[in-house]
T-cell receptor, first 115, second 109 residues
Framework: DTGVSQNPRHKITKRGQNVTFRCDPI?????LYWYRQTLGQGPEFLTY????????KSRLLSDRFSAERPKGSFSTLEIQRTEQGDSAMYLC?????????????FGEGSRLTVL | RKEVEQDPGPFNVPEGATVAFNCTYS??????FFWYRQDCRKEPKLLMS???SGNEDGRFTAQLNRASQYISLLIRDSKLSDSATYLC??????????FGSGTRLLVRP
């Protein structure tokens, strides 16, 4: 399967713990996006990369969230000192810059539950 | 005010019905517009782009009114398999996609 891969698919953690999610985009895609989705809402933009450069980060994202894409391939999203309000589905998507089709290819997501 | 607003529904329609969804966006500098479809517990997938001249893909027709900042999606001859959440999506000037909250469609036999 050459689609976007995310892991872990599910993570249950206690409040205050740190968690890290990984995303492997489609191999030739140079743009990588992180979104967060809660029940009944659409995906909410968190941040995105073009190659290894983080081009934008949502103002809504607190300092407890950090994302990296060190070699322009896979990306990690870390949440420090988790809070119950962080419980959500974290979606990764990738696309190819220059192909202005508006098509983001999403992974199946990583579901976080903070107890 | 949300950047992209949609009626959450649900729209509950019989098979064969025609149903229309509307969406408004707040940023007049928005560049491109799309409809995505999201099935229950699945990831969103691109349904179609939306052009100023209007565009059609089989039973689906999308239209854009830039002056009113309004986007629509029309589904004709609804099928059971059309049951899903339809997300209105706007691309801003920095190439990120902004999603609406989605409109849920239920097609009943």
């Amino acid at each position: 399967d050459t689609g976007v891969s995310q892991n872990p698919r599910h993570k249950i953690t206690k409040r205050g713990q740190n968690v890290t999610f990984r995303c492997d985009p489609i191999s030739e895609h140079n743009r990588l996006y992180w979104y967060r989705q809660t029940l009944g809402q659409g995906p909410e933009f968190l941040t995105y990369f073009q190659n290894e450069a983080q081009l934008e980060k949502s103002r809504l994202l607190s300092d407890r969230f950090s994302a990296e894409r060190p070699k322009g391939s896979f990306s990690t999203l870390e949440i420090q000192r988790t809070e119950q309000g962080d419980s959500a589905m974290y979606l990764c998507a990738s696309s190819l810059a220059g192909e202005d089709t508006g098509e983001l290819f999403f992974g199946e997501g990583s579901r976080l539950t903070v107890l | 005010r949300k950047e992209v607003e949609q009626d959450p529904g649900p729209f509950n329609v019989p098979e064969g019905a025609t149903v229309a969804f509307n969406c408004t966006y707040s940023n007049s500098a928005s560049q491109s517009f799309f409809w995505y479809r999201q099935d229950c517990r699945k990831e969103p997938k691109l349904l179609m782009s939306v052009y100023s001249s209007g565009n059609e893909d089989g039973r689906f027709t999308a239209q854009l009114n830039r002056a009113s900042q309004y986007i629509s999606l029309l589904i004709r001859d609804s099928k059971l398999s059309d049951s899903a959440t339809y997300l209105c999506v706007v691309e801003d000037s920095s190439y990120k996609l902004i999603f609406g909250s989605g409109t849920r469609l239920l097609v009943r036999p």
